[in-house]
């Protein structure tokens, strides 16, 4: 029989971490290999003309909003903040939901972004569809790999946080 004495030590500690984070190596690691063989799809992503640094802010805004990474969130909304967005549309993405004041050009890039990271990286076909049609399929591939990096970013940071919740009998990293 296994006792938890998670409560004994501290009534006010936590028993279940609720962010997604890595539960394997093999899946971080797979992760890892698929960025660093695409670095020039990367490169070519973060240059893309079709994506502009707000654009891809939003983007990124849009996951990590779903996945909660506290690092990532704190350093993107710097970033967008950079990129020209408005502190009233990233404060409507903190509330984790899609601003108003995305650009038309964007909201279905915006939706898709938050639709794969609600799916865990697996958006519907019709979905994709719609994104290739909209964007093309280079503007499809770029905002898939924006999306892939901001998903491991995200995994990476609750990941840690997930550590410090297990060492810490849930006083830490939430």
């Known amino acids: 029989m296994t006792v938890d004495f998670t409560d004994q030590l501290d009534p006010t500690a936590k028993t279940e971490f609720h962010r997604r984070y890595y539960q394997s190596w093999s899946s971080f690691w797979k992760d890892l290999k698929y960025l660093l063989s695409n670095r020039a799809q990367i490169k070519t992503a973060m240059s893309s003309p ?10 990124m805004l849009a996951v990590t909003e779903v996945n909660l990474c506290r690092y990532c969130r704190t350093f993107h909304v710097g970033q967008a903040g950079q990129a020209g967005i408005s502190i009233e549309e990233i404060a409507i993405y903190l509330k984790g939901t899609i601003p108003d004041e995305v650009p038309d050009e964007q909201k279905l890039a915006v939706c898709y972004a938050r639709h794969w990271a609600e799916t865990n990286s697996q958006p519907d076909p019709d979905y994709i569809d719609q994104v290739k049609e909209t964007y093309g399929d280079d503007g ?6 924006v999306l892939r990096m901001i998903t491991m970013g995200n995994l990476l940071g609750n990941t840690w946080d997930y550590l410090l919740f297990k060492i810490s009998f849930g006083q830490w990293g939430q």
């Open 50 to 59: 079709q994506l502009t640094p707000a654009f891809r802010e939003r983007l």
């Open 140 to 145: 499809f591939k770029a905002i898939n790999m």
